[in-house]
T-cell receptor, first 113, second 114 residues
Framework: AQSVTQPDIHITVSEGASLELRCNYSYGATPYLFWYVQSPGQGLQLLLKYFSGDTLVQGIKGFEAEFKRSQSSFNLRKPSVHWSDAAEYFC???????????FGSGTRLQVQP | NAGVTQTPKFQVLKTGQSMTLQCAQD?????MSWYRQDPGMGLRLIHY???????DQGEVPNGYNVSRSTTEDFPLRLLSAAPSQTSVYFC?????????????FGPGTRLLVL
């Protein structure tokens, strides 16, 4: 069965600093990988997704993620964090059987001024 | 388009009560699903539907029923609420059931069972 691990429960960065959120997946075949963001009191919004092609994927709001098959990772990055990026970030993998998403437990990002 | 809408936004129930969480989408999406979100556990799939009249169980279906009589609506029913069902519930939809499809999420319903 597929699974997703986000090892960092909570991360604090200063505004303007770079950001990397870690995601490791376990999946037997070619994974379909996603990053979603949840602002406080809101639903989830797609940041970016990967399922083939270039392993560096660009998303909205200046985010990017790199797929590394050898490390089973799909880490999310942003060169310069803005205060509005404070939110919870979820990595997810798409299953073949139920056509649904398996989510990691999430990483809460706090941005210091 | 309103996207995916959910009602109510917040609900308090007593143990044993029943209720229906409403979900509607106006994007003519084929695929709809329900997730629950609990602290430290991410989102877990409860039930899903690949089209009107077709539903199936997800990872945590016990205590919940669903039906899909129209493309637009996918209500989630709690027959006899339990404190373990205290959670935030999200409905999502996508154009098809394809693996690479983007899921569009509603704003969520926060449920407290006393």
């Amino acid at each position: 069965a597929q699974s997703v691990t986000q090892p960092d429960i909570h991360i604090t960065v200063s505004e303007g600093a770079s950001l990397e959120l870690r995601c490791n997946y376990s999946y037997g075949a070619t994974p379909y990988l996603f990053w979603y963001v949840q602002s406080p009191g809101q639903g989830l919004q797609l940041l970016l997704k990967y399922f083939s092609g270039d392993t560096l994927v660009q998303g909205i709001k200046g985010f990017e993620a790199e797929f590394k098959r050898s490390q089973s990772s799909f880490n999310l990055r942003k060169p310069s964090v803005h205060w509005s990026d404070a939110a919870e970030y979820f990595c997810a993998v798409s299953s073949t059987g139920r056509r649904a998403l398996t989510f990691g437990s999430g990483t809460r990002l706090q941005v210091q001024p | 388009n309103a996207g995916v809408t959910q009602t109510p936004k917040f609900q308090v129930l007593k143990t044993g009560q029943s209720m229906t969480l409403q979900c509607a989408q106006d994007m003519n999406h084929e695929y709809m699903s329900w997730y629950r979100q609990d602290p430290g556990m991410g989102l877990r799939l409860i039930h899903y539907s690949v089209g009107a009249g077709i539903t199936d169980q997800g990872e945590v279906p016990n205590g919940y029923n669903v039906s899909r009589s129209t493309t637009e609506d996918f209500p989630l029913r709690l027959l006899s609420a339990a404190p373990s069902q205290t959670s935030v519930y999200f409905c999502a939809s996508s154009p098809t059931q394809g693996r690479g499809e983007t899921q569009y999420f509603g704003p969520g319903t926060r449920l407290l069972v006393l």
